[in-house]
């Protein structure tokens, strides 16, 4: 049951949720539905239209149709800033009903998604927003004999196919939408099946911007149909995913065995968060904590590998658990929850598993190790902490995607360097220390495409963002994102 005072009880109230394609709301062709549900409690909190490959192949369509028209990418530069701009503000105006909707699709702490995901996602449009009127090419200096004018446009993709994982809804939503739609690509969004809310919501306000019809198209569906679907469509031009490493591998591969369409992905992480003797403990301990245990763990940057250098392991670890024995656990729309569900009953399955794994594999369980008390219809899972693990364990390799730390003594830099670097993820790192020199020279040793350096989980839409190795392609944010949706054009003019 949703609270009839909760702001968001109006939109949840018309359902089933449709899919929203070439500018109307619409049921699946098959007339399919699926249950969104609150992993709080287990009960149903939404249906939605289920998109399968006919709805994605008419969903491409009318973004095919709105791209050779015009409609969107003709428009002059400044008409469409002001729309993104004014999807910023109206994310911003409506931020308590996307937080609501966040917390109860998701299962994360209101406050996260009121004070973090809400603003950044109305940020995300207005920092791509300034990058309209900036889609500059440049001149090039020919020394071949005679006389030549070459210049470079940055062009438009095309068909921009979307697909977007459960952890961070909105957020992903508008990371990937803001960019695309600044470059004048049109867009099929396929949000996760287990949190399809927000990106329903973001495409209502996107219709109140005025977007033309077409340009922006969601379906919310299942990943083997719908997302499998969009990714191997010959009419699609560009796909960008954010999801699991095997899924990435997929959808390389549905490029290649389809029309070489450009591929953007950002998947796993184990990213170590690596704290030195030298460095400030408390800060270092609140930053170990939140690195792996916001969003529940649920996130590709969490700092899952805890490396600590010997002299300060026992008092960094007894530190790190007197936190954890502190977090406040419950249903993430009570505004005093620390730490909610997980996002399903597989993902709380999944990470229970994992629990298991490390304590076979003889990691020493120092805080958690399964689901808290009187909480038991929803996915809960406590705040877990191995001690004295190896890399060589499965915990210490393998993303578990969940609240749970592996913490791994170190000696010196070089050993550290090596463990740190030694998977198959590149995803981010943190150095915790107050001597500025190691703090530069383990960043650059790091193979990662993002290095905290006494801070963690810090990103703002100007960061770039993306992984090294297996933990993806591409860099989203700042003006490189610019580059995953544009093609570069060379003109070149005899003048002479
Ligand atoms: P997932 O790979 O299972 O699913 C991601 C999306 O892909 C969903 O929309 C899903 O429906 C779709 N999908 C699933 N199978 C598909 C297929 N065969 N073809 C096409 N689409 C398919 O991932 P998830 O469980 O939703 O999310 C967790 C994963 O996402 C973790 O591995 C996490 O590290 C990663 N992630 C990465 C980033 C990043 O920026 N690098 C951000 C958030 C999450």
Known sequence: MIAEE???????????KKLFIGGRWTDAA??????????????????????????????????????????W???????????????????????????QL????????????????????????????????????????VSLPGKYLSYTLREPIGVVGQIIPWNFPLLMAAWKLAPALACGNSVVLKPSEETPLSALMLAELIQQAEVPDGVVNVVPGRGEIAGARLAAHSDVDKIAFTGSTEVGKLIAR??????????????????????????????????????????QGQVCSAGSRLFVQEKVYDQTLDELLKTVAETRIGPGIDPVTQMGPLVSKTQMERVLGYISV???????????????????????????VFAHVDSNMRIAREEIFGPVVSAIPFTDEDDLVAKANSTIYGLVAGVWTSNVA?????????????????????????????GYKQSGWGRELGPHALDLY?????VIVDIA
């Open 73 to 99: 990418r003709d428009l002059p530069p400044a008409e469409r800033a002001a729309a993104l701009w004014k999807i910023g503000d109206m994310i911003e105006e409506r931020a308590t009903e996307l937080a």
């Open 438 to 466: 190691r703090a530069h020279r383990v960043a650059h040793a790091l193979k990662a495409g993002t290095v905290y350096v006494n801070c963690y989980h810090i990103v703002d839409p100007v960061t770039p963002w993306g």
């Open 102 to 141: 966040e917390t109860l699709d998701n299962g994360m702490p209101i406050n996260d998604a009121l004070l973090f995901h809400a603003p950044l996602a109305a940020a995300t449009f207005r920092y791509y927003a300034g990058w309209v009127t900036k889609l500059d090419g440049a001149t090039q200096q």
């Open 254 to 295: 549905a490029s290649a065995d389809s029309n070489l369409k450009r591929v953007s992905l950002e998947l796993g992480g184990k990213s170590p968060n690596i704290v030195f003797a030298d460095a400030d403990l408390t800060r270092a301990v609140s930053g170990a904590f939140f690195g792996i245990f916001f969003n």
């Open 486 to 490: 544009t093609e570069i054009k060379n």
């Open 358 to 384: 490390g304590n076979r594999e003889g990691a020493r369980l120092l805080a958690g190790g399964g689901r808290p008390a009187g909480l038991d219809s929803g996915y809960f899972v406590k705040p877990t």
């Open 6 to 16: 909760l702001e968001v009880a109006a939109f949840l109230k018309s359902q089933p």
């Open 30 to 71: 098959d007339g399919k539905t699926f249950e969104t549900l609150d992993p709080s409690t287990g009960e149903i909190l939404a249906r939605v239209a289920e998109a399968a490959a006919e709805d994605v192949d008419r969903a491409v369509a009318a973004a095919r149709k709105s791209f050779d028209r015009g409609t």
